[in-house]
């Protein structure tokens, strides 16, 4: 742990993934709150992967016809965006079921992807390492986004919470009610889209997904509030976060996936000691 201390206060790339990953751990503290509570975290692996498509393109057109101010990222986020509004317009108002259109866009996104990536001169290898990521790789630059993404999800999470909160936990009620179920629901797929596709480039699909999902997780074991699970689930993050990388430093693992796996087995051990608690109480 000490070489890890020494080496944090030394060197600049640990101190931009350590920030990486506590600003990202804010975005999906509040996000991965509202995605597990209304049972979509699969939508973020579905748009995660159908980036590629928007991914491809830009890069295409950049690469074929000079476009050089049209960044992979832009195309990333039209078609997240796109993907967002896809699967709540056609779950909202078709019988089709989600988990269909959501495999359908995950295939085609990174289908369309790998056709115009395969057709681009010059094909550029870094390009797939938005879909994995490297979180001891950041920027500045990234940073900036980060921060950007966590001021618009702090004021969107802050001022619709009652609604996105009645629309996670009982979308009937909240229409009874006059609320405006469509809109709002639309509002929290683009809000995921958004976090996803900032983060995807950083950090990678794995990394964001498991973020999202894992500490709020085991935060919902100990809360029973929404604000009080997404407090917490941040902080676990954060605590994954900087665990992770102190851990995978010494041996050199990968940082992201030594984070994901430290947050996977924490959630497991609070799950089974959840149920042998109440396996106790019942007998």
Known sequence: MSEFIDALMNHA???YAMLTGVLASIACGIVGTYVVTRRITYIGGGIAHSILGGMGVAYFLSATYKWNNLHPLYGALVAAILAAVVIGLISLRTREREDTVIS??????????????????GYNQDLMSYLFGNILMVTSSDLWLIIGLDILV?????????QLTAV?????FARVRGLNVSFYYLLLLCLTALTVVILVTVVGVVMVIALLTLPVAVAGHFTRTMWGTMILATILSMIFVVIGLAVSYGPNLPAGATIILIAGLVYLIVAVGAGIFRYGREF
């Open 168 to 172: 996670c936990f009982d979308e009937e």
């Open 104 to 121: 359908s866009l995950w295939a085609v996104g990174m289908a369309v992807g790998i056709l115009f990536i395969s057709r681009t001169p």
């Open 13 to 15: 790339f640990l101190q």
């Open 154 to 162: 702090a004021i969107i999470g802050v001022l619709f919470y009652n």
